[in-house]
């Protein structure tokens, strides 16, 4: 009897300890839980096309996970635009912040917006993919539009006049041309004493009223923005008479700067302004009264960022440094890893001699797969180059290219700080084109100065 009880006491232990051990293990099961979903932060690996299948990747960052795994989710199918769907990748949770990925197929039946609204973790929220039109699939060349904007014409000619009027006419000789783009593609960023193609007048032979002409020219034809268009200029000018102050020779210095009239100033004709020297390059193209093209633009400076001369103070491309930096800190370290280029890049891809080599393929990351504020922190970086332009044409070229921004797509090299010698950033989209090189110091051996160029892909010496 003593047997049997016991044995019975055992079996009954037994059962209790198999049912403590399955309460345990139900009890450590986690469900995945997050507090928040960022949709609107939401970056996509490629951008379809309507009518084209497409796979892709959707990655959305989210904040207080709890660690927990998570299964596969099931296709949640597109709205607005159709015919894709976005399946949620099983996976872990950080214990944090982290993301999740979806992945997105099928064909786009239109072009423009889809969204998908998902669910992860007990949060919910919708992402927004853009849909291409056929031929402007992200990665490949957006075709760039031929643009023809109003300009402050009558006042550029009136101030043309006035300088060519003060010249000699031996000078005013050889200050006109006829209008020929080979002659309006001879400039270069190199000093007098090692590139000595440039056409038009050169500036050492002004006079002080000529020089008080020209600059009358040259504010007329560039914005009144603090920094940018005319008094950059000026910086620049600046920085060559400095830099022959200190032993660069004569081969620097204001005087070693050109001014061209590539067809008679009019406001109804073909004609262009060119403004050129060693740092700095102005070539502005204008026909039927409108301005058809403000590029190539070279810009430059040594010293860099800043220099005293005659008790001024100068930094005139210390703006282009600054927001090119920030646009690219304000990307996440994931769209940094795919911003980065897979080469090294020493100097500009198109300075000088290099009109219409513009790559097929665009790399780094699509504009339009960004933030709002983080395309703004690009619009701000490119409207230092158009700012450059009369206040007319700054405001009709940037509303241009801010109307191209999401197939715009920027990349670059080195460091986000752009100040070490090596540092490349590039803006390329369907017109506008920057690059913003660092470079070793030339004549300030200590330092580093930045060469930066602005093109055009369709309106470069204005479309001709």
């Not at 995945?32 to 379809?48: D, G, H, Q, V, Y």
């Amino acid at each position: 009897m003593k047997f049997k009880n016991a044995f019975l006491s055992l079996t009954i232990s037994a059962t209790l300890l198999t049912i403590a051990c399955e309460k345990t293990e139900v009890a450590t099961t986690t469900t995945a839980n997050i507090t928040a979903l960022s949709c609107s932060s939401t970056t996509f690996s490629a951008t379809p096309t309507a009518g084209t299948a497409f796979t892709g990747t959707a990655t959305v960052p989210y904040t207080g996970g709890n660690g927990a795994a998570y299964a596969a989710g099931t296709a949640v199918v597109s709205t607005a635009v159709t015919g894709l769907t976005a399946t949620l990748a099983a996976g872990t949770l950080a214990s944090g912040a982290g993301s999740v990925t979806f992945a997105i197929t099928g064909t786009p039946l239109a072009a423009g917006t889809a969204a998908f609204a998902v669910t992860v973790g007990g949060q919910a929220c919708s992402f927004s993919l853009t849909v291409s039109a056929a031929g402007t699939t992200g990665g490949t060349t957006t075709s760039g539009s031929a643009w023809s904007v109003d300009t402050d014409i009558a006042n550029i000619v009136a101030m043309a006049n006035a300088f060519k009027a003060s010249l000699s006419s031996t000078q005013a000789t050889t200050l006109q041309d006829t209008y020929n783009k080979a002659h309006a593609q001879k400039w270069s960023n190199l000093p007098e004493g090692l590139y000595r193609g440039r056409v038009g007048l050169q500036s050492s032979t002004f006079s002080t009223a000529q020089w008080t002409a020209f600059y009358n020219l040259l504010k007329a034809a560039t914005s009144t923005t603090a920094n940018e268009g005319n008094e950059e200029y000026i910086g620049i000018l600046a920085a060559d008479d400095y830099l022959n102050s200190i032993g660069g020779g004569s081969d620097y210095g204001s005087g070693n700067y050109y001014v061209a009239f590539i067809g008679t100033p009019s406001t109804t004709g073909l004609w262009c302004l060119q403004i050129g020297g060693h740092h700095g390059t102005i070539i502005y193209t204008y026909n039927g009264g409108k301005m058809t093209g403000g590029t190539p633009s070279f810009r430059s400076t040594e010293p860099f960022p800043s220099y005293v001369w005659k008790n001024v103070t100068y930094q005139p491309i210390a703006q282009e440094l600054n927001t090119l930096s920030a646009m690219l800190k304000g990307l996440s370290s994931a769209e940094l890893t795919a911003a980065k280029r897979s080469a090294a890049q020493n100097d500009l891809i198109l300075g000088p001699g290099q009109d219409s080599k513009f790559p097929t393929t665009k790399t780094g990351v699509r504009v339009g797969d960004l933030t709002q504020a983080k395309k703004d922190l690009v619009l701000a970086a490119i409207k230092t180059y158009t700012d450059d332009l009369d206040d007319k044409a700054a405001a009709a070229v940037y509303a241009k290219y801010k109307a191209d921004i999401d197939n715009t797509y920027i990349s670059y090299v080195g460091t986000t700080d752009l100040t070490s010698k090596g540092d490349f950033v590039l803006i390329d989209g369907p017109n506008v084109w920057i690059e913003f090189s660092m470079q070793g110091g030339i004549i300030v051996k200590n330092a580093n100065h930045p060469h930066s160029v602005w093109r055009d892909r369709t309106n470069d010496y204005g479309g001709n």
